[in-house]
């Protein structure tokens, strides 16, 4: 059976040769597009119907749309950090990790941001200099339990 | 004379001393807080101006102000990627940096987004089931050069 | 002003000399033994009042006291992982990690531990063939957020 | 002849394919769920019979229920650090790794918690504000030995 | 499917067969020779006509035509940073980076020299002492934002 | 006596309260705006006349004159690789290393791009578009002996 | 106060000044040459008692009394690895790791090799071919736990 | 044609099936067990005779016994140092590491204790609180060279 | 077709097979036995007919040939730096290293000695105590150009 | 007192201001040139009559030159290998090191290069195309022994 790092490929493989957006795809799932997106890339439990969904819409075989239903893959294999755009991101959080980190304090006190109870977001923003990208994170705040 | 970083450990230590909060820095530089933040803690430039708005209201000394208007410091001494709320934002880039390319590279074609053509902000978003943090990184796109 | 690690040496060094236990420091910060010791030795937000108790019992000058208030150190510098007894645990994690993940996910759905509404205990079980420590960690369990 | 690890993915594949759960593995090979999963997952030793009883129960060929009795794998391999659920137990040793040092050595003097002559539990507790995952950790505390 | 790295080694052996030069296939993609050698060993985004016009010089199959049209490969597996040539240009970066960083400070302010908006030139100067390979590095200055 | 990189630091402070360019710190020494930042920064040797040359001009104690005649310092110490500036030359080598591996192979045969026989200037090219940084790279091409 | 790696210099510098041998030391601490040794150095906890007998014989200054009996550093920091001697002990394990591990699991079934209830000697063996160094590990065998 | 490391996997299933003990493969080697071993594994150099008898007594095809007589496997991939049976005698090494560097240096002069010129065994010693392995590394004394 | 490093296995095989010695490689290729040796394992460049010539006397196939006229593989993949022989040559880098900077500076001045028009030899020579190997680096300084 | 690595920087400035060479502080020592360096830089045992002979052509202080007969540092930081000088030494190890093994291999048999019965010379040898660095390694071949 193939993993969900092998359902990735076909997935984007399928994508490509259909032509498909990834907002399609997260039509077909119910969900939003970067939810989506995330998840036919292996980082989010996708339900049998949901994969099976996605297999219609991308015509996928039945082993990848099974392996569409694995556990999700987060780890380091998740994403190549070295990658020019990934990287970049990565760069906000070691230059503005402690400016972060000093304004969450001060607003909520001791506790961190959550990447699980979270949401992200990608919009494109026209701007004559130059279009932008807002990426937004958005997570619960979690107090550190104190006993 | 002091570093970079030694004055943010005096700017640390006057602000808590003083009871101060980041936006009244803010107002005193004359920018966002979340630019001031960043500035104080050394990873942006100040100009002499504001770096003795600052030393005014921070009641710092003349080797410290001085301090402020050195390079800023932005490579891995900047922050501690092993801080558990830092650690986070980094998951995020891991989790969801896939996501990001994909999703920048089928609405923009082939490029990143900059961390220097860059705004961040956060804001606290009141939520029955437990507040949030909203953090929302804004960089221009920056396509590959083809030549 | 010292650092929360010189705090954290000041601590030690006092709490041995005065010949004190982590539990009657407890007592004083009004704590269980647990979170008492890790605030001590730097790892969790102290109220300027549990600062003083705490200097009141364990004789600290008013610059350690101060800096029991500062934010606390839960980064790397927190531990040696190549320490024997702190290796063991860390083996733990490599061994079991996978058990954990799978018994997780199998009764609650895809989600973590989390290790911020978090409590740890520690207690000696007696045992004929060598007494045992019984080590609890308890997290809330959040699942993954979907949009 | 398949690896520990291959045996590994085969299990988790023939699990999900029969709609089974490691309390049922468990009693087939007559030992706790926290074990039998760790076992089945790779990090135990199985005599040929539990190998075959699990290999019936979860309908494995020949040679998957030979490669169940290999040595185990104990090793980095056996779980990914970078999982966000592995992640925060990871950080938990961080975090409260020098609290159990010291409560480990003020309780019982210069030792470590063993991580061989060792058990795991995990439970669900349940709690209006989320549920919670316990986890136990039991090891015998080891003295070192003067000579 | 093959990869864009299997594409890079299919036209590596198709080049070396043919017995063709860079410029060669430059012509054919109609850009710089820099660019073309870049884009034909995975680093550069090719257009469906870019792809079939290399393929159809080196006499690629179909599959690897479409492999050179998959997103860029520009992380860590680009290059290998150990290889002696390659080693030498990233010890200029560790000798000189200091230097370039102190000159665009002074000359743009703060800022850093874009790796995206950017052109590489490489030529062959004579020199009766030993021809020198000259390396331009264009890329333009983008100054931190300030908000 | 101070080390090279003490000197570096003050001759980076004396530079800025004195308010010198570079260029001027080249005139005093004799040679190029580049190399004669590279040789401040400390990664170049310097003969006493030159170290007192700039000791004048910048106005230096002896012991820091002294120390700008000891062994340059070119090894890791000599930057600071996560810096965003600095970490973009990295990128370039990574992106287009193997590009200049091909073309120079190409052109020169088997060999490596000298980092030792090397020039290396940085000019400012006006565009309208946002000025550019051009920085050049000269290297000797070093055959590999056979023998 | 000095820590127990401070103590340990000031033993090394006390023995050498005064000419004295580790058997000398351990005669006082009424243990083996070797945990002796070791714990000079700052591996194993001494008593008051133990430590006052060895400040006498090193004539110690009161604080380095106090700090030998600190908790002891068996991290990371208690040796260099890549010092050529101790580099060749780890070599062994390289070399020898898997043959040991073979045979203790033969021998004793699946388990490992304490090293905390754990002695080691070393024995000086003449040898006309040139001397040899023995060294003998001796450590319990701990089998894993079932349950 | 299988490497030394393949050769190792067949030599183990081929033990593992003929219920062979590693004395018996060292008899017809006419080794001692320890070297055996450490050869089988693929640690040793082998004579094309004791391929062949090891061959035929493990039942090995032709390929296989090839393989025996290839050059050791002696670099990072003999053994997996994070293996926890492994891991203790690294620990070993750390914690002990200074210990036996001192007291060779008093006992010996300068120099290193040879893993070359070396000798491994390794004996089940009884115990009434549980069986001790005991490990003799026996090295020969090298003294560095002066010239 | 064969990689590099594929074609050195099937060179180490051939020779093994038929019993040849380096030196007879050596005068097939009309070059010293270092840089033949060098050569057939993969870090040098041989000519089409300097392959052939290989080829017909180690009776290679084709495709072997052809990859032995591939690019050299000098990177991190070239050797195992943890293998025993290997490591004492870095060794030798680590000890003697200052060493060798220090009277280079002193006899040259300030450069480097290149690995690149450089030749190595190795030599057996008989002493009564044991032979000794006796291996010539042989590099052409190269001073740092000042511009 | 000073450290091996204080002596260290102590004796290259007295060599300096005093404008002293290797050979004469060699001849102090009645050593070879490259002896004496490495042990003046701290990687070789010195005897107290020898600290005494370098402290008083080098007018060294008595604490100096008791630092002088401390245990030598020959661990990591004996040398930075990213100096690129040392780094070509570590290149050619990377290159080389596989040719040096097979060579010794099949010369000698199974067995390593000793870096400790070991000696090293540099020489100047005159060349009319740029003079050479010849730098030779010469050590006691040790054969793996068989028990």
Known sequence: MPT????RRSVLAAKKRLGLRWDMIATALGRSTEWSTSAMLGQQTLTPEQATAAGDLLELDAGTVEALTLSPERGSA???PSDPLVYRLGEVVQV???TVSELVREEFGDGIVSAIDFEL???RVADPKGDRVVITLN???LPY???
Chains 1, 2, 3, 4, 5, 6, 7, 8, 9, 10 share one sequence.
Do not use: I
């Open 96 to 98: 503005y990790g402690s």
């Open 145 to 147: 339990r104190v006993w």
């Open 139 to 141: 997570g619960k705040f």
């Open 78 to 80: 998740a994403v190549d």
């Open 121 to 123: 977001t990608m919009e």
């Open 4 to 7: 969900r790092l092998d359902a």
